[in-house]
Each structure stands twice: as structure tokens, then as C-alpha cells.
């Protein structure tokens, strides 16, 4: 009888209790053993990854606090046999460092607050009007990035020269906002496209016009798009090191990038000096993501959409 009603069952189409309990006991174990094989794959992934991102900043760290000595020594161990703050207290005392941090930091800052002030102009211009030769402004901001950096050291420094501005922190400010401004404009007109456009009709029909349309609504809803854009540019002026190089020759306007050469010799490598000046040298970027890392979030992850 039981045969008989599973052959029944089968000529039907009907699939009988306990083969269909089977199926599901199947399924459930095969579920739990890709789990259980994932899981710890992906931990190992992420322990990888962060071996490869976060090694290099771990031994420069190390590095910096390892006596001369034994950094010089043949057969050099990994770890040092203690710990030794001297390379920092001679960075101080015998190199111009403080002096390349204060360029480094007055220039980033300077072309980050010049740099948002024209993209975040310009990509209020871009995405909330309509106007002749609108696509050719965005066609214009997208090819001026294809160009290579050293393609254009020598009109800049032509051009710079001619503006008396060569080995100035003031010319490595307008050469740094010529280059970050089309980047901060295409990301901050990204996050201003996610916005919806009947905020600009309500501030409309409540009588804004259309600067204080732009003052009140837009410039407040836009703050997570220039903290992302703002870290971006500040970045990418305290890193910058091929136009600080060719347009700076004084320690009166060098920065980081520039100064960290100097402890490369011809004979020697002052390891303990330029590991120093590198962890010192992070210090600026690593609390500035803290401070802004929230926006931050929010304005990459708004400017990387259209809609």
C-alpha cells in the first residue's frame, strides 16, 4: 500500500512528506556548512587585509622608536631591544621638520578652504541650474584630469614664474587648487544631484530667491559633501610631492613631502629620523578622519550616486 500511494503520489506530481522532509534536512546542512566555511574564510580575508594596510604603519612606528645603533647594525632583528625617543628629539633640534609642518599645514589648509569655496560654487551652478554651455563646463572638469601631473611642470612653472610666485607656499596653493577644485566638483555635484529638487520649489514659493535658496537650504543640507570633499583635497596637498618639489628650493616653503628627502643620503639612510617624521607626519590626517569620519561616510556614499 505504501508503494502503491508513492507510486500515486509520483504519477500525480505530488511529492510524498518524508522525501520532501529529507530535501529540507539536505538543504538546512548544506546551508550550515557553507556558514560555517565562510565565516572563518572571511576572517581570514579580513586579517589579511588588514596585515597589508596596517604592517607597514606598524613597522614605521617601530622603527621610529629603534636606537641608531641597532638600525645600523648587521642582522638587524625586527623589534628593538627598547625603546628609544631620540630620533624624534633630534628631528626638532637639528632638522628644519617644524618648519615643513607649517608649510604643509598652512598650504592644505589654504587650498582646501579655496578649493570648496569655487567647487562648491560651481557644482551649485551645475546641478541646480540650466544653462548654455553646461556640458561643455563638465566635459571640461572631466578632461582636465586625464592630463599626467608632470606633463605640466613646465607651463606651471613658466606661468609661475612669470607671476613671481615660484618657491612661494602661496604658488603651491593656486597649483594645488587648480588640481583638486574638478574632483571637489564633480563629488559635491553628485551629492547635490541626490537631493531632491522640490526643496529649491518650496524655498521658491516661500519667497527665497535664489542666493538664499542656496544660503539656507542648500549650503546646510551640503556640509557631509564638503567633508568628504575637504579631506580629499587636504590629502592630496599634504601628500603632494612632484610640484612641491619642483616649485619650492627654500626650507621657507618646502613641505613634509619634500623635507623627508633630505634624511636620504648618498651613503646613508637616516631610518630614525625619517620613520619619525613619517609617524608625525600621519598625525594631522589621522585625526582629521576622526573628526570629520561621520560626514565623511555620508558624502562619499551621497556623491558616489546620481538620483
Known sequence: ??????????????????????????????????????????????????VGTLGPYVVMALTSVTPEKQLIAYGMSRLPSHFSVRGYAELFSTTPFVS???????????????????ASAAAISLSRFRFRGRTTVLTTLLIAQLFPAV??????????????????????????????TPFATYLLKGFLDSLPRELDEAATVDGCTPMQMVRYILVPLL?????????????FSWNEFLYALTFTSSTASQTIPVGLQFFI???????????????????????????????????????????
Open 1 to 50: 500500500m505504501v508503494a502503491l500511494e508513492r507510486t500515486a503520489a509520483g504519477a500525480i506530481g505530488v511529492r510524498h512528506p518524508d522525501r520532501v522532509a529529507t530535501e529540507r534536512r539536505r538543504t538546512r546542512t548544506a546551508s550550515m556548512l557553507k556558514r560555517i566555511v565562510a565565516r572563518p574564510a572571511l576572517y581570514v580575508v579580513l586579517v589579511l587585509w588588514m
Open 151 to 180: 606633463l605640466l611642470v613646465i607651463p606651471l612653472s613658466t606661468m609661475l614664474q612669470s607671476a613671481h610666485l615660484l618657491d612661494s607656499r602661496a604658488g603651491l596653493v593656486l597649483v594645488y587648487v587648480t588640481f583638486a
Open 265 to 307: 643620503g648618498d651613503y646613508q639612510i637616516r631610518w630614525d629620523l625619517l620613520t619619525a617624521a613619517g609617524v608625525i607626519a600621519a598625525v594631522p590626517v589621522l585625526v582629521g578622519f576622526m573628526l570629520v569620519q561621520r560626514q565623511l561616510i555620508g558624502g562619499l556614499s551621497a556623491g558616489a550616486v546620481k538620483g
Open 223 to 235: 556640509r557631509p559633501g564638503l567633508a568628504a570633499a575637504g579631506t580629499y583635497i587636504f590629502i
Open 100 to 118: 615643513y609642518m607649517a608649510n604643509s599645514i598652512i598650504t592644505a589648509l589654504s587650498t582646501v578652504v579655496f578649493s570648496l569655496i569655487v
